[in-house]
């Protein structure tokens, strides 16, 4: 009987082994247009507002494969130029495939290239030319740091770098980085402290976003960079994420069009709404 018991303690204590050694998944942010690493079945709503100008913008992204996916992303801008009320808008499709993929080390790195096309009226300030351009994207968890660091698990860290240039016309380029920090609260709860953060908090991820934009070759658009910093607090799960934040200049270029910004995000993964929707031709 002794030794019944001992071998049932020896295998309770084995089996949590086990269950920590094989933490449950998280879930990133990703940035205000709802674009990261991962290849998903996501629809988002996205938009800023700040004292000379505001933005709405919708993204669509449909799996084909389980390494690939289209996307089409529509952003429509009011602002002021000159003390005139201007507008643009245009059309973005992109091809998302995954490079590297090592979910031992929670690390994603993907392509993501793209062609936008111009939608609004030229004489009220939209863009004339279409651009071709890509995006290079990662994501790092940071569950296999060892037990004496548990507690840095939940943290997270993606961005992006980008380059887009015009297709005709003058030549333009664009170039752009985004580099995101963020703590799971959920991860922490199932993985780390077990039951420790309230029901009501589980979902909450705050996050911190540094973002960089500067055009290279302009021929009126300031060739100076551009640096903003957006604190937000965002709450998802596997279906549902909003996302709210403010967005500061860090410096004068950043600042032209206002100093801070309200920027806001809702998204929804529809196959978790409506499983058929995640079909996939490609395997």
Not at 175 to 183: H, Q, S, V
Request: proline share 5%; aromatic share 12%; glycine share 8%.
């Amino acid at each position: 009987m002794k030794s019944l018991i001992v071998f049932g303690i020896a295998s309770l204590l084995l089996c949590s082994t086990i269950a920590r050694a094989e933490p449950l998944g998280r879930t990133f942010v990703g940035d205000f247009i709802g674009n990261d690493a991962t290849t998903e079945n996501y629809l988002s709503i996205a938009g800023d507002y700040d004292r000379s100008e505001n933005s709405e913008s919708l993204y669509l992204e449909k799996t084909i494969s389980p390494n690939s996916s289209f996307s089409i992303f529509i952003g429509y801008q009011r602002f002021e130029q000159e003390e005139e009320s201007t507008s643009s808008s245009n059309f973005e499709l992109a091809y998302k495939r995954v490079l590297i993929r090592i979910p031992s080390h929670e690390f994603v790195f993907t392509i993501n290239p793209g062609l936008e096309l111009p939608l609004g009226n030229r004489s009220a300030g939209s863009e004339s030319h279409a651009r071709a351009g890509f995006d290079l994207l990662f994501q790092k968890g940071f569950g296999e740091l060892p037990d004496f660091l548990r507690i840095l698990r939940p943290f997270g860290v993606e961005g992006d770098w980008g380059w887009q240039s015009k297709v005709t016309g003058a030549r333009d380029d664009l170039t752009t980085a985004d580099l995101e920090l963020e703590y799971s609260l959920h991860y922490l709860d199932q993985n780390v402290a077990v039951g420790a953060v309230p029901r009501a908090l589980r979902d909450i991820t705050p996050n911190l976003d540094f973002d960089y934009a500067q055009y290279l070759s302009a021929h009126r658009n300031s060739s100076q960079p551009n640096f903003d910093l957006t604190p937000a607090i965002a709450w998802l799960n596997a279906t549902y994420e909003v996302n709210l934040g403010v967005q500061v200049a860090v410096n004068r270029a950043a600042s032209g069009s206002g100093a801070v910004a309200f920027v806001w995000l809702l998204g929804v993964s529809f196959d978790q709404l409506v499983p058929a929707l995640g079909w996939m031709p490609f395997h």
